[in-house]
């Protein structure tokens, strides 16, 4: 008998009854429910819909986004967190700038990737949101109501289709 036959196996060759340890349905191979799906829809739905109003309206800029661009653009040219002026890049937390560069890779400016980056980060927003949400209050009504009060919240959508790290 090898060593590799038994695991799992208790004592007595009986199975043996360890803690189950739940796992996201995406990790153990099964399907996802329909309430899951639907949120997944309206997320998907969510970014669009910042899509839309990046394409009709532009990517907002703000003061701050000159500062994130030129920092994502020196991550890319291996120099660092460095400012446009070339000062150190201190004053801010580095994800967004990092998030830029990576989305960036792939022979893109990072003004061009900030636009989608925030449609996608606002669509995980509204199925993160959905999930709580699912998961602390009990109708799936409301649930499925305060996810499109979110998506459709006038304040969320315009600062989602800024290039800014609030967005994400």
């Known amino acids: 008998m090898s060593d590799t036959a038994d695991l799992g196996r208790g004592v ?15 990790t153990t191979g099964r399907r996802p429910d329909r309430f899951t799906l639907l949120l997944a829809a ?3 739905l969510g970014a669009v819909l910042i899509l839309a109003r990046q394409v009709t309206y532009g990517v907002g800029l703000h003061g701050d986004w000159v500062t994130y661009i030129s920092v994502a653009r020196s991550l890319l040219a291996g120099e660092g967190f460095v400012q446009i002026h070339g000062w150190p890049y ?33 669509g995980l927003t509204l199925f993160v949101a959905g999930q709580y949400l699912r998961r602390h209050v009990q109708h799936p009504f409301l649930v499925i109501w305060a996810c499109l009060a979110l998506m459709l919240a006038i304040p969320l959508t ?4 800024h290039a800014i790290s609030e967005a994400p």
């Open 42 to 44: 309206l997320a998907v």
């Open 90 to 122: 201190l004053h801010w937390p580095p994800l967004y700038p990092m998030l830029l560069a990576a989305a960036s890779l792939f022979a893109f400016d990072p003004y061009d990737v900030a636009g989608p980056l925030n449609a996608v980060v606002f």
């Open 12 to 26: 007595q060759g009986e199975p043996s009854r360890k803690k189950s340890v739940r796992f996201p349905a995406w």
């Open 158 to 161: 315009r600062v989602a289709s």
